[in-house]
C-alpha cells in the first residue's frame, strides 16, 4: 500500500513538473536568460571548427509531403513548419536508408515519434531499434527497444545501416557526447551514417541548467548558464542539462576526438531557400536554434 501511494505522489509530481514547463512555454517565458547570452553561429564562424559545411534544401511541399500521415497529424495542422517533424525528414533524408536496413534511434524516448514516422512514409520495411535505457525489452508497434548506456549499446559491431540522434546529443553530459560518438561508429557498417539532428553551435561554449540541486561544472572553459526558465536544458527522468559549443570548442572536443575509420559533414537546413525554422513561431526553441545544423559522421 505504502509503494502504491508513493508512486502515485510520484507520478503526480511528474505530471506537475510537466505542466510548469508547458505553461511557461505558452506565456513565452522560457529560456529567458539563455536567449539573453547565446546565438546561433553565422557562416564565419562556423569556420573555425573546420569542417566541411553544405547546404540541405526543401521545399515547404516536401515538408507537408511528410506530414501528411497519422503519425505526424499534429504537426499537419499548423500552419508553419515546426523544427521536430523537420528534425525528422532531415534525418530520414541523409540517412538514405534501403529495404531490410536496421537502424536505430538513440536516446529515442518512450514515444519513439521518429521511428513510427519514419515507418510510416517509407516504402520498404526496415528493422527498427528505439534506445532508451529506461526501456529495456519493450516492443510496440514493431519497434524494439534496448537499453544499456548511451555509450555501452547492446547491439554487435557493425550491425547497423543507420543511426540518429534527435534533440538528446545536447543533453550528455560530461564525456558522453565523446563516447557516444566512438560507440555509434562501432555499430555502423563501412559506409553508414550517424546523424544527430540538430547540432548546436553557438558564440558561446556553454552549459546551461534549470534546476540548482543539479548544478555542476562538467567541462573546463565551457561558461556556466543557470536558468530556471531554460525548457532548452529539459526536464524529467534524464535531463536538466544542456550543452552547446563554439566553432572552436566543437573542433577540440568533437572533430579532433573522432575515430580515425570516420569523417564529418555539417549541413545547414533551408527550406524554400531560407534558414529555419522560424522561431517567432517555433517559440518553444531558444534563439541559438534560429538556423537549424546537423551533423553527420560517416565510417569510413
Not at 505542466?19 to 511557461?24: D, G, I, R, T
Not at 523544427?83 to 518512450?110: C, F, Q, V, W
Not at 548511451?150 to 565523446?178: N, Q, V
Request: glycine fraction near 4%; charge should be negative; include cysteine.
Amino acid at each position: 500500500m505504502l509503494t502504491s501511494k508513493l508512486d502515485v505522489i510520484n507520478r503526480l509530481g511528474r505530471f506537475l513538473n510537466n505542466q510548469k514547463w508547458l505553461l511557461l512555454t505558452n506565456l513565452h517565458l522560457n529560456n529567458l536568460k539563455v536567449n539573453q547570452v547565446l546565438r546561433s553561429t553565422n557562416d564565419s564562424e562556423i569556420g573555425k571548427a573546420q569542417i566541411e559545411v553544405n547546404n540541405l534544401s526543401f521545399s515547404e511541399k516536401d515538408y507537408r509531403d511528410f506530414v501528411n500521415s497519422d503519425v505526424l497529424s499534429q504537426y499537419n495542422q499548423l500552419d508553419y513548419i515546426h523544427s521536430k517533424p523537420l528534425e525528422y525528414l532531415t534525418t530520414m533524408t541523409l540517412l538514405d536508408l534501403r529495404e531490410g536496413d536496421e537502424i536505430l534511434d538513440a536516446a529515442g524516448g518512450e514515444e519513439a515519434e521518429y521511428i513510427k514516422a519514419l515507418v510510416a512514409v517509407s516504402d520498404f520495411k526496415l528493422t527498427a531499434y528505439c534506445q532508451d535505457s529506461l526501456l529495456d525489452g519493450k516492443v510496440t508497434d514493431g519497434i524494439k527497444y534496448i537499453g544499456g548506456s548511451i555509450d555501452a549499446i547492446p547491439l554487435p559491431d557493425e550491425s547497423l545501416d543507420g543511426i540518429s540522434c534527435h534533440h538528446s546529443f545536447e543533453h550528455f553530459r560530461d564525456d558522453l557526447d565523446i563516447k557516444f560518438i566512438k560507440e555509434a561508429v562501432r555499430l555502423l557498417r563501412v559506409g553508414r551514417k550517424l546523424v544527430i539532428a540538430p547540432l548546436f553551435l553557438t558564440n558561446e561554449y556553454a552549459e546551461i541548467w534549470n534546476n540548482k540541486q543539479i548544478q555542476k561544472s562538467n567541462i573546463e572553459k565551457a561558461i556556466t548558464i543557470f536558468d530556471n526558465t531554460a525548457t532548452f536544458a529539459g526536464w524529467g527522468a534524464y535531463e536538466g542539462f544542456a550543452r552547446t559549443y563554439s566553432p572552436a570548442a566543437f573542433k577540440t572536443r568533437i572533430i579532433d576526438n573522432l575515430p580515425s575509420n570516420c569523417h564529418a559533414k555539417i549541413y545547414k537546413i533551408l527550406v524554400d531557400g531560407k534558414p529555419v525554422p522560424d522561431i517567432k513561431k517555433n517559440y518553444h526553441q531558444p534563439l541559438l536554434n534560429a538556423e537549424m545544423k546537423v551533423l553527420v559522421i560517416v565510417k569510413s
